[in-house]
């Protein structure tokens, strides 16, 4: 079997040298000529583990990637449309990795995959995982979302699992793709009030109300509302609202202990999926009049550069109302 993953950071050199020690032949696409050279050389870019998985190899050629049987989507959200309208793809699946919402269309990205190519058969692979867990082979639980053929569905399945890396099926694409988006910018919350200094009580309130703010923007938009409950939902956002490892929660920590989100995005250094996720995520629940305040606090902070500490005083005086209120 061989496969292509777009997308050499972090994510993506993660997911494929998990493949490789299934013997899955991987073929990693980055424009990072660093990346390339390392991974050619048989090298860990990033996660002292020392040698790569045999089997693993790079390109910077966007053309080597199509003929693969099974793409992996683990690019920056708002590039996957530049990538995918230059990619010429059949019958193929894709599997989505990525995690986010394009600024000015709103789409998940594998909206974006299908509306790019027509053709493919489109899943996505999101729950609590972060890259350097898998690359050190710790055990790991995901979710993989699709819409319709469970047998194909289940080719997937077998693809990716193993004894560390156990993959559940949900037929709920909308959720579980929704999920992994919706979370980086509670995430984001979760971060501001722990650098602000609140506390662990203010943290799982942020953590219990997020949650019910993502399920109430996905029934919306079509998902099931227990998917939120599941790995790609409270399991995901658990993890990246709580760990230093999450990148979305240390540039919310960063805020939150004075720093501008100039200086945040500066020093982190990488992709901050959230700061780009609340700009599309505030036009849609303002379009479709969803109420989501810790969305709309985060956007004031991040995108507006509204005064901190006036967004988390109007955000903490508003009026309590029914728990669980979708």
């Not at 003929?67 to 683990?74: E, I, K, N, R, S």
């Not at 819409?147 to 559940?168: C, D, H, I, P, W």
């Not at 200094?197 to 399920?215: H, Q, W």
């Not at 979305?248 to 720093?259: A, D, S, V, Y």
Request: charged residues 25%; glycine residues 12%; aromatic residues 6%.
């Amino acid at each position: 079997m061989e496969v292509g993953i777009l997308g050499g950071g972090r994510w993506g050199t993660a997911l494929a040298m998990h493949l490789a020690r299934k013997g899955v032949r991987v073929l990693v696409y980055d424009v990072n000529e660093k990346v390339i050279e390392a991974v050619n050389s048989g090298k860990d870019p990033y996660f002292g583990t020392g040698t790569l998985p045999e089997g693993v190899r790079a390109t910077s050629r966007l053309k080597d990637m199509e003929g693969f049987p099974l793409l992996v989507c683990a690019l920056p959200t708002q590039v996957v449309r530049e990538v995918f309208s230059s990619l010429s793809l059949g019958k193929v699946k894709v599997v989505n990795a990525s995690k986010g919402l394009e600024v000015g269309t709103m789409r998940r990205v594998t909206q974006i995959i299908e509306e790019t190519n027509p053709d493919v058969e489109v899943f996505a692979l999101s729950g609590p995982s972060f890259a350097k867990e898998v690359a050190h082979s710790l055990p790991t639980a995901v979710a993989l979302g699709y819409k319709e053929g469970k047998e194909s569905a289940e080719e997937v399945q077998k693809l990716f699992s193993n004894t560390n890396f156990r993959v559940y099926l949900n037929p709920d694409l909308i959720g579980v793709e929704l999920g992994g988006a919706l979370k980086n910018v509670i995430a984001i919350a979760c971060g501001i009030s722990d650098g602000l200094g609140f506390g662990y009580n203010a943290r799982s309130a942020l953590i219990t109300r997020g949650l019910v703010e993502m399920a109430r923007i996905g029934v919306r938009l079509g998902a099931k509302r227990e998917t939120f409950f599941g790995l790609s939902g409270a399991g995901d956002l658990i993890l990246t609202a709580t760990s230093d490892l999450s990148r979305n929660r240390t540039f919310g920590l960063m805020l939150g202990r004075g720093l501008s989100p100039e200086e945040a995005f500066k020093k982190i250094g990488q992709v901050v999926e959230g700061a780009k996720t609340v700009e599309a995520l505030k036009e849609l629940t303002d379009k479709l009049d969803i109420y989501a305040p810790i969305t709309d606090a985060v956007f004031r902070t991040v995108v507006l550069g509204e005064d901190l500490h006036r967004v988390v005083r109007d955000l903490l005086l508003r009026s309590p109302g029914t728990e669980m209120d979708l």
